[in-house]
């Protein structure tokens, strides 16, 4: 069976060229002029582009004790829906829980996902156990540790776990990521709102300014730096985090900002909204920000400072979020938008002249393929890629409701907003997940996907490391002062 797509645009990180694609056993086989196959797709008028990529969600995610709504199924037919045709999850050991026997879990539940999918691991708790463990994660196709510098009391880690488990991640070859917020900081906040009396979702923002983040992420990299090591910061939402990041890169350091499609286009006015429910259905860490932070954060995609956007999609049914009605600390922290990042990121990003569609292709999908090592079997249109491909039809509108949504909560954050550019047909794989609009995913055909460690820039910067690391000098003793 070969599938063609024809007569579209195709858009690379790179370059934009008109051509068609065939595609047979899964993947792209060629890419060229005229050609001709068992089915045909019409991609005329449409650009065609990799899949989109989102490196971070959370699917069925056991958080303030719940668990997010959408399951891997619904997550990823979400994805799907939107153009994005592989997602990375977050493996969370409770404290004390071997990584392996939390793995097992996590390939348990994602049996139905629609799409691929992987996982990083999180470093939820230390000893010699995790420590060791650490390379069998990465044995198993994992290269990413993630670290939450939040949450005290539950996932937070501290700063001599931090660099702990960064010099494990430069010894293994592993990329450590970051939930950067100072979470001691947060907990005092917290207590002293509520004692004012401030219990609504607005203290919740409140309990978290720019500063706490800002903070946290400059912390982080100096950790990584003096451990040697590559740093992922992810949901980047501000520009003193942004400012942080884009100091250090100037500075040499290898590291990575994500900026989520929420940060980048909804601001902390929501907080202030009289209806309970929609202030609480905002809640998320970090919080909104200021509307100011939003140039930052644009500006950062399009100079190359900030790399990726995602969605960070831990959605949360309404009777989930009213766990807070009294308490904004008990509100389940977290919001969707699996389904809406790329239009919305083409609508508010290429549409505006913000972002080139080329621009669009590498923050969607190229770059983090290349950060996660991945490339070029995801997030790229070359031949013996993966044929994961979203033929895009920039003309096609609609104005998002949860009524039509693939994600099972009954709101949505971008309820409303009209946006103009859409999947016409998203290939998971070669197999048609959207058909002319339509959403076909099927439960079942996603497959997890191993990353293997030390990619380029991990052993770039450990050769840096090793080259610039403290030296004796050796001195003859001649040279040394007669009493010795
Ligand atoms: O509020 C959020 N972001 N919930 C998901 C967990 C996390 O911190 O990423
Ligand atoms: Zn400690
Ligand atoms: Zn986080
Ligand atoms: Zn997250």
Same mark, same amino acid.
């Given at each position: ?182 979470? *001691? ?89 009289? *209806? ?26 399009? %100079? ?7 969605? *960070? ?101 971008? *309820? ?16 048609? %997940? ?51």
């Amino acid at each position: 069976m070969r599938t063609v797509i024809k007569g579209g645009t195709i858009v690379a990180a790179d370059r934009s060229y008109k051509a068609d694609i065939a595609i047979e056993d899964e993947k792209i086989v060629q890419i060229g002029a005229d050609l001709s196959g068992d089915k045909v797709l019409d991609a005329e008028g449409c650009y065609v582009m990799p899949g989109g990529i989102d490196p971070h969600v959370h699917l069925k995610m056991p958080f303030m004790g719940t668990h997010s709504a959408d399951d891997f199924e619904s997550g990823t037919r979400a994805g799907l829906a939107g153009g994005t045709t592989m997602v990375v999850d977050f493996c969370l050991p409770s404290p004390g829980q071997s990584l392996l026997e939390a793995l097992e879990g996590w390939h348990a539940k994602s049996q139905r996902a629609c799409g691929d999918y992987s996982f990083h691991m999180a470093v939820t708790w230390w000893s010699e156990q995790v420590f060791e463990e650490m390379q069998q994660v990465v044995d198993l196709g994992i290269n990413s540790f993630k670290h939450f510098m939040a949450y005290k009391g539950a996932l937070m880690v501290d700063d001599d776990e931090l660099f702990d488990s960064f010099q494990r991640c430069a010894a293994i070859g592993a990329l450590p990521m970051v939930h950067a917020e100072n979470g *001691d900081v947060v907990a005092t906040m917290q207590q002293k709102l509520l004692a004012q009396g401030i219990r609504g979702p607005e203290g919740h923002a409140m309990s978290r300014p720019p500063e706490v983040e800002g903070e946290a992420t400059n912390r982080a990299i100096m950790i990584a730096d003096m451990a040697g090591v590559p740093l992922y910061v992810v949901h980047t939402s501000c520009e003193q985090a942004h400012e942080a990041i884009r100091r250090a890169r100037q500075k040499g350091m290898r590291v990575y900002g994500e900026p989520l499609i929420q940060h980048l286009v909804l601001d902390d006015s929501e907080y202030r909204n009289p *209806d309970w429910d929609h202030a609480a259905q905002r809640v998320m860490s970090p919080p909104f920000r200021d509307k100011s932070n939003q140039d930052s954060l644009w500006a950062g995609l399009q %100079a190359g400072s900030l790399q990726v956007v995602a969605t *960070d999609h831990c959605a949360f049914t309404i009777d989930q979020k009213r766990t807070g009605i009294d308490d904004f600390t008990k509100i389940p922290n977290g919001t969707g938008g699996l389904e809406d990042r790329m239009p919305m990121l083409w609508t508010e990003g290429v549409n505006t002249g913000r972002l080139t569609p080329n621009e669009f292709v590498a923050v969607t999908s190229t770059n983090i393929a290349r950060i996660l090592n991945i490339y070029p079997q995801k997030g790229a249109i070359l031949e013996g890629s993966d044929a994961d491909i979203v033929v895009w039809d920039p003309k096609k509108s609609k104005v998002i409701s949860p009524e039509t949504q693939q994600s099972v909560v009954e709101y949505n954050v971008f *309820d409303g907003r009209e946006v103009t550019g859409l999947p016409r047909y998203t290939l998971s794989r070669g197999t048609l %997940a959207v058909d002319d609009g339509r959403v076909c995913a099927t439960p079942g055909h996603g497959r997890f996907v191993k990353r293997a460690p030390f990619g380029e820039v991990n052993k770039a910067l450990s050769k840096w490391k090793e080259v610039t690391a403290p030296r004796q000098v050796v001195r003859k003793p001649e040279n040394m002062p007669a009493c010795v």
